[in-house]
């Protein structure tokens, strides 16, 4: 069966940097899209990054230059390296796998930024 698990959130000063891992099983991963998006307290989930099985990226402005997305097909996962955290950043961070026309979400991971 499928699964979709998310790893590596946690609390950070801001200007500081997280990593975010996302593993799939039971998904033909090689060939999906992939992308993060993220959900702040009492906000509506909002599309984050985008990368492509061709390797195209995509972001939201408010992002670019300090988050990167990327994957390693041959473990089936797939990152999110943020940096430079901002205080607007925080929130539950989901990972979304789109293979064959099926969407499956991660649990999400909260990311906390504070001194």
């Known amino acids: 069966q499928v699964q979709v698990v998310e790893s590596g959130g946690g609390l950070v000063q801001p200007g500081g940097s997280l990593r975010l891992s996302c593993a799939a099983s039971?998904?033909?991963?090689?060939?999906?899209?992939v992308g993060w998006h993220r959900q702040a307290a009492g906000g509506e989930r909002e599309w984050v990054a985008g990368l492509t099985d061709t390797g195209t990226t995509v972001y939201r402005d408010s992002v670019k230059g300090r988050f990167t997305i990327s994957r390693d097909n041959a473990k089936n996962t797939m990152y999110l390296q943020m940096s430079s955290l901002k205080p607007e950043d925080p929130a539950v961070y989901y990972c979304l796998i789109i293979a064959r026309g099926d969407r499956h979400w991660g649990q999400g991971a909260q990311v906390t930024v504070s001194s």
């Open positions: 039971g998904i033909d991963f090689s060939i999906a899209s």
